[in-house]
């Protein structure tokens, strides 16, 4: 790959770790609101769950940017 190629995936995968973590904090908010308001219908550990999994997902888009930019870099 060249320079110009990795920069661009290198700032999609920053783009993606932080949109991947605004999702997850925005699913938290959604339990804490859920709960709040008293929600019958609320799925806290299904919300949870995504949460998590989005917050992981965040986490190995950065660590694949930053791979790749001591790799090609």
Do not use: E, N, Y
């Amino acid at each position: 790959m060249g320079f110009f190629s990795t920069a661009i995936l290198a700032g999609c995968l920053d783009a993606l770790r932080w949109l991947l973590w605004l999702a997850a904090a925005l699913l938290l908010a959604l339990i804490v609101v859920q709960s709040w308001r008293g929600d019958a219908d609320s799925r806290p550990a299904l919300f949870l769950a995504m949460a998590l999994i989005g917050a992981l997902a965040g986490w190995a888009c950065g660590f694949a940017s930053k791979r790749v930019t001591a790799t090609w870099g």
